[in-house]
């Protein structure tokens, strides 16, 4: 195409200049002289132009995993990507406190219901055995919660650390998003400078076809496309610093939240010590007094006890299966924020499930674009050379404020492996259309000082006709003026094409060799 254009426009400057000396020994010459063309009449049918867009791929159901109890992971059974059934384990939380607790509970249940048998019984030093027992367990406890204890404040401190440095990245990309803001309003308003230009051109070639040269408006539409071009280019730079920054902040966030939910565990754990204190300090009062007679009083007492410890291990019980955390539904694994050796705060996100039987694109188109769209538009949603077919389901009504660009989301179904959630996308979507009109190959229009004209064959002989092209692909145009549908139009390219020469029709081949050997000449 390139290649035709190129030597078509040396033709017409050769023409003219040697016109005077030619005069018309060339012309007859050239009448004289038959060429070989290939013709094709134009067709009746539409054609449409698609604009590319950059969209988000994200699922239309999501259910966040967040554990009730804070604690070290021990054991993760998925990664992103598996697919679980509703009640599977995802992961284990390390329920040694927990047992401990459990434990404590047990303890402080088998001595009051001990104490009870014993008062009943009378059996002392069966009593007194277990009493005894209980007490070194209770202190055994509480040495174990002390060490626990300086485990989790080491912890504390080492989540204060990382705390400082995603503030100090966050303000770096605070910085970065001001720079940013400021280039996009520079570049917006180039954008428009640019626009206005392009539009004042059109103008200006609507009055006076030859007010602009080809060169000129070239130079005008690329300096609007490179305005175009820079403004995506800083709005994509922005949106992934602010994502940047966002995904700081919620991981300063989970920080954050895992240090209250450690400063409440040490707290938790600093009251678990003064009960077990005064569990130790009334159970070696139990033992004193079991050393005596048992007294009527005591038997009320012990039964409270009792209830109180059964109370105990029904808490301990359920804080212990929380260790244990469980899929709520059926679905794919988009995110697995915990890890083995890792914490898991209690309240915090630990895991994303997603149904991805349908899948949402969003994407942003300017206002232009938006207005040719509309909901159950078809759109091509293209990932690594993998295209799949969506429709529009929501066209926003508000700009970003930043970008100016207008949200639209296509619904894609049935592409789980080839479009993974947060990835990015191809979106394809239709912004101009022209139905039942007369359609040519592209290269068959060739461009004169802004007008357009083919080259028919009418008797035998080469027709220069003028055309008005309308709507353009890559490969076919369409003709609003100067052609029928029984037009015969020239469909190959050569050096001799002239009005008035006489042609000899020939097929694609013959016309393809000729071609190539008017070229090398």
Request: proline fraction near 2%; include cysteine; charge should be negative.
């Given at each position: 195409m390139d290649k035709k254009r190129l030597v078509a426009l040396g033709?017409?400057?050769?023409?003219?200049?040697?016109?005077?000396?030619?005069?018309?020994?060339?012309?007859?010459?050239?009448?004289?002289?038959?060429?070989?063309?290939?013709?094709?009449?134009?067709?009746?049918?539409?054609?449409?132009?698609?604009?590319?867009y950059i969209g988000m791929v994200s699922p239309q159901e999501q259910v966040y995993v967040i554990p009730m109890v804070s604690g070290t992971v021990t054991e993760t059974f998925f990664e992103v990507g598996d697919v679980v059934a509703q009640g599977d384990v995802l992961f284990k939380i390390?329920?040694?406190?927990?047992?401990?607790?459990?434990?404590?509970?047990?303890a402080a249940y088998n001595a009051a219901q001990a104490g009870v048998t014993a008062q009943s019984g009378g059996a002392r030093d069966l009593q007194n055995y277990q009493t005894e027992q209980q007490i070194q367990q209770l202190k055994d406890s509480l040495n174990d919660t002390y060490e626990?204890?300086?485990?989790?404040?080491?912890?504390?401190?080492?989540?204060?650390?990382?705390?400082?440095?995603?503030?100090?990245?966050i303000s770096a990309g605070k910085k970065q998003i001001n720079l940013l803001t400021q280039q996009l309003g520079l570049l917006n308003a180039q954008l428009e400078a640019a626009k206005?230009?392009?539009?004042?051109?059109?103008?200006?070639?609507?009055?006076?076809?030859?007010?602009?040269?080809?060169?000129?408006?070239?130079?005008?539409?690329?300096?609007?496309?490179?305005?175009?071009?820079?403004?995506?280019?800083?709005?994509?730079?922005?949106?992934?610093a602010d994502a940047g920054v966002t995904a700081a902040q919620n991981s300063?966030?989970?920080?954050?939240?895992?240090?209250?939910?450690?400063?409440?565990?040490?707290?938790?754990?600093e009251t678990s010590q003064d009960t077990l204190r005064d569990n130790i300090a009334t159970a070696e009062g139990a033992y004193s007094i079991t050393q005596q007679e048992i007294y009527p009083e005591s038997d009320a007492a012990s039964a409270a006890q009792l209830q109180q410890a059964a109370v105990g291990i029904d808490s301990a019980k359920m804080q212990l299966d929380y260790c244990t955390v469980t899929a709520p539904i059926g679905g794919v694994i988009e995110s697995f924020s915990v890890e083995k050796n890792g914490m898991a705060a209690q309240g915090n996100p630990a895991c994303i499930i997603s149904n991805k039987e349908s899948m949402t694109v969003t994407f942003s188109v300017a206002e232009q674009a938006k207005n040719t769209l509309a909901a159950g538009d078809h759109v091509i949603v293209e990932r690594n050379g993998v295209q799949h077919e969506g429709v529009i389901t929501e066209i926003g009504t508000m700009a970003n404020q930043q970008t100016k660009l207008f949200q639209v989301k296509a619904s894609v179904s049935g592409a789980v492996d080839d479009l993974p959630n947060g990835v990015n996308v191809k979106v394809y979507a239709t912004t101009e259309r022209?139905?039942?009109?007369?359609?040519?190959?592209?290269?068959s229009i060739y461009f004169s000082a802004g007008d357009a004209y083919v080259y028919c064959v009418e008797n035998g002989r080469i027709v220069k006709t003028d055309v008005?092209?309308?709507?353009m692909s890559d490969t076919e145009a369409v003709i609003e003026e100067g052609l029928t549908a029984d037009s015969q139009v020239v469909k190959n390219w050569s050096s001799k094409l002239r009005n008035g020469v006489e042609v000899e029709l020939v097929s694609s081949e013959q016309s393809t060799d000729e071609s190539d050997a008017a070229e090398e000449e």
């Open positions: 033709l017409v400057v050769t023409l003219g200049v040697t016109a005077s000396a030619c005069g018309k020994k060339d012309e007859t010459e050239a009448a004289e002289e038959k060429v070989a063309v290939e013709v094709q009449k134009p067709s009746m049918g539409n054609l449409s132009t698609d604009t590319a390390d329920d040694e406190a927990y047992r401990l607790q459990m434990k404590n509970a047990q626990n204890k300086d485990d989790m404040e080491d912890t504390l401190d080492d989540l204060d650390k990382k705390g400082k440095e995603l503030d100090r990245g206005a230009a392009y539009n004042a051109m059109e103008e200006a070639l609507k009055i006076n076809p030859d007010a602009y040269s080809a060169d000129e408006q070239n130079k005008i539409k690329s300096t609007m496309d490179e305005a175009q071009k820079n403004v995506d280019d800083i709005s994509r730079k922005l949106a992934e300063l966030a989970a920080i954050e939240a895992s240090k209250t939910q450690l400063e409440s565990g040490i707290d938790q754990i022209e139905e039942n009109k007369l359609i040519i190959p592209y290269d008005t092209v309308g709507l």
